[in-house]
């Protein structure tokens, strides 16, 4: 079964560095949505890609910025990295319209920032 | 601004017993609601959802609750197991921006053998 697929699983990174988070969408599925988990939160969304464009954003500042490709994968990218950065974010995928079974998720990219 | 609440951070049920998970919501325009569960060291996976045209829906052990006037939903897991343990989020959508979910910030459910 071809589900989300996100790479690193877990990444350590310096304080104003920049990274790169990466996720397959599951098959058959064309939207992919990245959220951000801080401990003991909920995953709090911070945009969705479809048809290569953003389509909503949620309140994160310009610092986070991403990509979706022809096959639908995506990428998120998070410059000047702050402490408050570190979190778990995860990659969602979905089709678009569907709403009955909602979003495919990834198993995450643990980015700490030291 | 918190549209999508749980105020009840931990849950403990004895195996076999209900349990029953609340959520409220503030935003008068989510007509879409959904449950997830999330163990550690994994994505949440979808567990069941309800339109704001019903107010109920099943599946198998899971039954979902809306009442949209008090605007909040509640999930029943009956009866509860113990590989039922783990944290649960709330989630909603708005017709204007159905992809877009929102979640809440979960409850911890302990189901004890």
């Known amino acids: 079964d071809a589900g989300v697929t996100q790479s690193p699983t877990h990444l350590i990174k310096t304080r104003g560095q920049q990274v790169t988070l990466r996720c397959s969408p599951k098959s058959g599925h064309d939207t992919v949505s990245w959220y951000q988990q801080a401990l003991g939160q909920g995953p709090q969304f911070i945009f969705q890609y479809y048809e290569e464009e953003e389509r909503q954003r949620g309140n994160f500042p310009d610092r986070f910025s991403g990509h979706q490709f022809p096959n639908y994968s995506s990428e998120l990218n998070v410059n000047a990295l702050l402490l408050g950065d570190s979190a778990l974010y995860l990659c969602?995928?979905?089709?678009?319209?569907?709403?009955?079974?909602?979003?495919?998720f990834g198993s995450g990219t643990r980015l700490t920032v030291v | 601004d918190q549209q999508v609440k749980q105020n009840s951070p931990s849950l403990s049920v004895q195996e076999g017993r209900i349990s029953i998970l609340n959520c409220d919501y503030t935003?008068?325009?989510?007509?879409?609601f959904l449950w997830y569960k999330k163990y550690p060291a994994e994505g949440p996976t979808f567990l069941i959802s309800?339109?704001?045209?019903?107010d109920k829906n099943e599946d198998g052990r899971f039954t979902v609750f809306l009442n949209k006037s008090a605007k909040h939903l509640s999930l029943h897991i009956v009866p509860s197991q113990p590989g039922d343990s783990a944290v649960y989020f709330c989630?909603?959508?708005?017709?204007?921006?159905?992809?877009?979910?929102?979640f809440g910030p979960g409850t911890s459910l302990s189901v004890i053998p």
């Open positions: 989630a909603a959508s708005a017709w204007t921006s159905y992809d877009k979910v929102i």
């Open positions: 309800i339109s704001s045209i019903k």
């Open positions: 969602a995928s979905s089709l678009s319209g569907d709403r009955v079974y909602g979003y495919t």
């Open positions: 935003n008068s325009m989510f007509d879409y």
